[in-house]
């Protein structure tokens, strides 16, 4: 399942950024392109935005959650023995798993905030005024990047 997501957020991706690019190369006017197609081109370019966050969220979700059954057996096996430095071992074991799961949280609720990123950017709020569509966007964008910076944080050794 997670190859399969895998491949399919790789494929949207590789779509959003030939569409992304035909957008602002027009933009730019390196490439002019009519008002009905630059249109449509932007209108693909956030669908396969949202087609590749959608695909990692659940990519990540489902990492997520193998890695939480694999640490709950593991976790088991080891309180499960008979030797008197269980309690250490234990302690051990989630000091050292603790950091990997907190990351994979953090990846799955990024995703989950580019997810309503793209929603929001593909104008499939319609029951929203631009105002609170604009609004939320901007919230989850935010989100997405305090999140990156602390992805960034943690991986800096002073």
């Known amino acids: 399942m997670n190859r399969l997501l895998g491949i399919l957020a790789v ?31 932007e209108s693909r370019s956030s669908y396969w935005w949202l087609s590749n966050a959608t695909f990692e969220f659940f990519r990540q979700l489902h990492l997520l959650s193998e890695t939480i059954r694999t640490r709950r057996k593991e976790r088991l096996a080891i309180s499960n023995g008979s030797s008197g430095d269980e309690k250490r071992a234990l302690f051990e074991f989630d000091k050292k798993n603790s950091s990997a799961v907190r990351k994979q949280v953090v990846a799955v609720v990024k995703q989950g905030s580019d997810v309503v990123t793209a929603t929001c950017e593909s104008n499939l709020l319609w029951f929203l005024t631009e105002r609170q569509t604009r609004t939320i966007e901007g919230i989850t964008g935010l989100l997405a990047s305090f999140i990156g910076f ?6 800096v050794k002073i």
């Open 11 to 41: 494929a949207a991706e590789v779509l959003y950024f030939y569409y992304d690019h035909l957008v602002w190369l027009h933009r730019i006017s390196v490439r002019a392109l009519p008002k009905p197609e630059a249109v449509r081109v």
């Open 150 to 155: 602390y992805g960034v944080w943690l991986d």
